[in-house]
């Protein structure tokens, strides 16, 4: 089983830096992970992704650029550093781990959230 804890959210002005971490308790060492987010009457969506080894990482148009993901195998961790923040970037942060081998779900396990806000 696996735990996924995030943390680092809050609110900043535009143009300002966050960064998120997600701390992972079971083994996802052979486990891809994504960061995903959720806005007011909005459908959540996909981010960023890293894979098993942390080598390979993709980003949304929306975000790539201003968004850095990374994770770190030692201390189970992974992390989403946020550039350049922008009002839009308002949601709730989600991590995510373990790609479903059934496809019923994109990953088997979540995090509760993090908000981020991001005003004028």
């Known amino acids: 089983q696996v735990h996924l804890a995030e943390s680092g959210g809050g609110s900043v002005q535009a143009g300002g830096s966050l960064k998120l971490s997600c701390d992972a308790s079971?083994?996802?060492?052979?486990?891809?992970m994504g960061w995903y987010r959720q806005a007011p009457g909005k459908q959540r969506e996909l981010v960023s992704g890293?894979?098993?080894?942390?080598?390979?990482?993709s980003y949304s148009n929306s975000v790539k650029g201003r968004f850095t993901m990374s994770r770190n195998a030692a201390d189970n961790t992974l992390y989403l550093q946020m550039n350049n923040l922008k009002t839009e970037d308002t949601a709730v942060y989600y991590c995510?781990?373990?790609?479903?081998?059934?496809?019923?779900?994109?990953?088997?396990?979540w995090g509760q959230g993090t908000q981020v806000t991001v005003s004028e």
């Open positions: 995510a781990a373990c790609r479903d081998p059934a496809g019923v779900r994109d990953y088997l396990y």
């Open positions: 079971g083994d996802i060492s052979r486990c891809g």
């Open positions: 890293i894979s098993s080894s942390g080598l390979s990482a």
